[in-house]
């Protein structure tokens, strides 16, 4: 059984906005695409040809991964975080040990990446290690090669 992807109603709307176009339109774009490369005649050397079956694949491949993702979603509210605590669909803000540099990150699917923040797996070393604390608290974590690295949690929130 796959896990459930957290989601926001926003982006859950915007990937089913885009399966429904890559059903509708995309594939009646790719049908076109085949059928005037087809007319050009022979296809074992026609560029164009393979170029549009190569984006039809591509193409339904999304359409497979939408469907999956929104199949197994769990969709929540836009408050997730306002209780100050580091979950799945929170942006935090973190520094490294020994770095001054402030980072932004997003513990989530990869779907709900907003600009200017990176996405953290919530199954990754680092996402595991920062669920549950709060601002002000210093989190250790291992890396999968081994490094044990601290970072201190600025902000919970946007």
Known sequence: MAASTRLTTETFERLRT???DLKTR???EIAKAIEAARALGDLSENGDYHAAKDAQGKMEARIRQ???TLRDAQVVK???GSDGVVDVGVVVSLRYEGDDEEERFLIGSIE????????IS???ALGQALKGHKQGDRVQYE????????????????
Request: aromatic residues 0%; charged residues 30%; hydrophobic residues 35%.
């Open 143 to 158: 890396t999968p090669t081994g490094v044990k690295l601290t970072v201190e949690v600025i902000k919970v929130g946007a």
């Open 122 to 124: 919530p199954d990754s």
């Open 78 to 80: 836009g408050d997730v």
């Open 18 to 20: 885009e399966m429904e």
């Open 26 to 28: 995309g594939r009646i």
């Open 112 to 119: 709900e990446r907003q600009e200017g923040v990176s996405v």
């Open 66 to 68: 939408l469907e999956a």
